[in-house]
């Protein structure tokens, strides 16, 4: 997607050979101009693909992926870092290890909103080793539900995270392809969509 390739070009920073920062746009401060269009990009390619929702995990996802929802006429579900007082009745979780933070958390998703009938296509706003993308997976999975696609805006290609998710039988689509990363330079290869 060559919108945000400039945008990523333009706004991005490079902090170290293996993170990129996207705060103007994508992870502080949002730009809904920009997500629209991502969602009209998605939604495009996924249209005829029996989407019946779509997953993110909390919180840079959620922007990108209202606007997919939306064009595709499908509710969104958001994934939770954090359990809540609130999040009551059957859960499902899975432990994720944070690539920015090195922490862990319980990724968790009420049963509530998945069906078994559900073809779900997951999006994340960054793609590094998968670990983020395949605990959405095995939620949907342990809602004995579908997933249909995986939905990445920014793959860094130099790490092992698609890999994995094609080696589990997912299938990835990426709106931009890091190659590579170093101070003050940031490289592409050519993106899924
Ligand atoms: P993974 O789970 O694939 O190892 O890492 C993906 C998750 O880590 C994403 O949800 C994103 O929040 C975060 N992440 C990974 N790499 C980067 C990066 O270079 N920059 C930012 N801002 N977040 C990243």
Redesign the pocket.
């Known amino acids: 997607m060559k919108l945000l390739e400039e945008k990523i070009l333009n706004e991005g920073r490079a902090l170290s050979e293996?993170?990129?920062?996207?705060d103007s746009f994508l992870?502080h401060q949002v730009d809904p101009e920009l997500m629209n269009e991502i969602g009209k990009v998605f939604a495009a390619y996924y249209k005829d693909k029996g989407i019946t929702k779509v997953f993110t995990?909390e919180s840079?996802?959620i922007a990108p992926s209202v606007y997919t929802a939306q064009a595709l006429g499908v509710p969104m579900v958001i994934l939770k870092k954090q359990t809540s007082k609130v999040l009551t009745g059957d859960v499902y979780q899975v432990n994720?290890t944070?690539?920015?933070k090195g922490t862990s958390y319980e990724l968790t998703l009420s049963a509530a909103y998945v069906d078994p009938s559900d073809k779900v296509l997951i999006i994340?706003?960054?793609?590094?080793?998968?670990?983020?993308?395949s605990g959405a997976a095995k939620l949907v999975e342990a809602g004995h539900a579908e997933v249909a696609g995986i939905g990445i805006i920014i793959e860094?290609a130099f790490?092992r995270?698609r890999k994995r998710l094609e080696n589990s039988g997912y299938t990835v689509k990426s709106l931009a392809r890091v190659s590579r990363l170093s101070k003050g330079v940031i490289e592409f290869t050519e993106a899924d969509l």
Not at 18 to 22: D, G, I, R
Not at 124 to 133: H, K, P, Q, T
Request: proline share 0%.
């Open positions: 293996t993170v990129l920062k996207v992870n995990i840079s996802g994720i944070s690539f920015t994340d706003d960054f793609l590094a080793n998968g670990e983020a993308a860094k790490q995270g």
